[in-house]
């Protein structure tokens, strides 16, 4: 069996693994962007609990897959109602709603 390392590097990016060791650097990363944020989304401005929080990437997963980058400069923090609402689009477009939108949406309400 293989042995994969937790992340690698593809250009100037950090991709963490699937494998355990990769989750749980992932979930580094999440706690220490949390603490770098102070707990603040970046969708709506709003406290999102730790427990709460999911990573959001500006850059978009979502958006052809090949921008994805795990390092801790490139992810934010965010509510994962708000994060699975926006879905796809660039962070910037997704500002664009309105604010009392943007938080409906990551209050789920």
């Not at 390392?5 to 100037?12: E, L, M, N, S, T």
């Not at 949390?34 to 609990?49: A, K, S, T, Y």
Request: net charge positive.
């Amino acid at each position: 069996m293989k042995h994969r390392p937790p992340v690698r590097k593809v250009g100037d990016r950090e991709i963490c693994s699937s494998s355990p060791a990769g989750r749980a650097e992932y979930q580094r990363r999440r706690e220490l962007r949390w603490d770098m944020d102070r707990g603040i989304c970046c969708l709506c401005g709003q406290f999102v609990p730790l427990n709460q929080a999911t990573v959001e990437h500006p850059n978009g997963r979502g958006m052809g897959g090949g921008k994805r980058d795990d390092s801790v400069e490139a992810i934010r923090v965010s509510h994962w109602l708000g994060n699975n609402a926006k879905g796809s689009i660039s962070l910037e477009r997704y500002l664009q709603l309105p604010l009392d939108v943007r938080v409906k949406n990551c209050k789920g309400y």
